[in-house]
């Protein structure tokens, strides 16, 4: 590949996120990669498009996302969408000979990222996830610490994830709050993200016991604030999980949090160490070990092969994105393992449903 020739549909909160990585990734990186080039977005009218590209330096501007896909020399589609374009959006592109990045979560549910994955083999492109809270240096210490087996056997975890924002009655319902559009609420928004971690920290679930709450049944439409439309989908959601390596957890996820920014915290306890790490504090990995205390462990802006901006900087809430943009491209360029993968995708949406179904039934649901 000479050039990385992207491709970008949708263009609201994650589309500018996404695109301020891959401006970024040339001056972190240098010479690591091939050129990038901002090619092509599709937004949902000809006009937008048109806008959208001048403004933000792509060089075209498609309200056909099957037009965009003609475009030869485009190698990857970066998909940030709402969620329920995602899997016609992902397998047009497969489909096309394209290798795509996905936002989460890679479908509405489990069925539909099932069959996103047999179109991956079938096609042999690559999908690769957006999963960002993964590329923090302290999950990664964390990672790498936790497989030299520095908790030993682990007992327990606990997994937070916690907003405010949705407490305000008067925020319109967009598709965020209506299940056919988004596949569920603060779970699958938030939550998964949690879930994600905990498979790639801990690893596989076993079971897991869900209970869902909505505060706000109905929201005015965004088109007619004096009309209001019901809100299908989950504000709050509680679950217990087993993990197949034995321990046990529990997880909550809000929008309806007071006070909260964008609250993310994990804990683990094992039967030789334990650690925490929460979002709001991310410069650093809480870990414990052998019964010598709680040390603050700095990892600031610790990536392994770049040294801009200085890994002794503080790091912020894109650059994850980054990172996890720029290991996607690696793995396209290189060959290397592209993790996460469509794999993970699967396992997270399939954790998504079978909370939801437990909530309905009050069963236990197993993986
Ligand atoms: N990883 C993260 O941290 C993170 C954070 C937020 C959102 N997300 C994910 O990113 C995706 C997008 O979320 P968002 O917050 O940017 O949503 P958003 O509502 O801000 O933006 C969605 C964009 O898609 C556009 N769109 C709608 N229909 C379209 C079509 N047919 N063709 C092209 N564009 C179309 C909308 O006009 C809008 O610009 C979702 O899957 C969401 O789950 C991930």
């Known amino acids: 590949m000479k050039k990385i020739v992207i491709g970008m549909t949708g263009f609201g909160y994650m589309g500018k996120i996404h695109l301020l990585g891959y401006r970024d990734i040339p001056m972190i990186y240098s010479d690591k990669l091939p050129e990038i080039v901002m090619k092509a977005v599709c937004r949902s009218s000809q006009k937008m498009a048109d806008r959208c590209a001048i403004e933000n330096g792509f060089t075209n501007g498609y309200s056909s996302f099957d037009e965009m896909l003609q475009d030869d020399e485009i190698n990857i589609i970066d998909i940030v969408t709402p969620n329920y374009l995602h899997k016609e959006q992902i397998i047009k592109a497969l489909k096309a000979g394209k290798d795509v990045l996905c936002e989460k979560p890679l479908g509405l549910n489990a069925k539909e990222a099932e069959e996103i994955s047999s179109v991956v083999k079938q096609t042999g492109r690559q999908l690769g996830m957006v999963f960002n809270y993964r590329f923090i240096p302290a999950i990664q210490q964390a990672k790498r610490w936790i497989e030299d087996g520095r908790l030993g056997k682990v007992y327990s975890f606990r997994g937070e994830y916690f907003h405010s924002g949705y407490q305000d009655a008067k925020r319109p319902l967009t598709w965020r ?3 056919e559009q988004s596949g ?3 779970l699958v928004d938030m ?3 949690v879930l994600d971690l905990i498979r790639f920290l801990l690893g596989e679930f076993e079971s897991v016991s869900g ?4 505060f706000i049944g109905e929201r005015p439409l965004p088109d007619n604030s004096e009309k209001m439309g019901d809100v299908t989908v989950d ?5 217990t999980a087993r993990l197949k390596g034995g321990a046990t957890g529990t997880v909550e996820i809000s ?3 007071t006070g909260s920014l964008d609250d993310l915290k994990i804990s683990a306890f094992g039967e030789k160490g334990a650690f925490k790490f929460d979002l709001m504090d991310a410069n650093y990995l809480y870990w414990y070990e052998n ?3 709680w040390r603050r462990v700095e990892t600031l802006q610790h990536y392994e092969d770049t040294k801009f901006p200085s890994p002794r900087s503080i790091i912020g809430w894109t650059r994850f994105h980054t990172e996890n943009q720029y290991r996607f491209l690696e793995s396209i360029i290189f060959g290397n393992l592209l993790s996460p993968d469509v794999s993970d995708g699967v396992a997270a ?4 449903d079978a909370v939801y179904k437990s909530a309905e039934t009050g069963l236990e649901e197993s993986l």
Do not use: P, S, Y
Request: net charge positive.
């Open 177 to 179: 709050m209506r299940k």
């Open 184 to 186: 569920g609420g603060a």
């Open 191 to 193: 939550g998964v993200h």
């Open 211 to 214: 209970k869902t709450q909505t």
């Open 235 to 239: 504000d709050v959601a509680w679950l």
């Open 255 to 257: 929008r309806f949090a």
């Open 291 to 293: 019964g010598q205390g």
């Open 349 to 352: 949406q399939r954790i998504l």
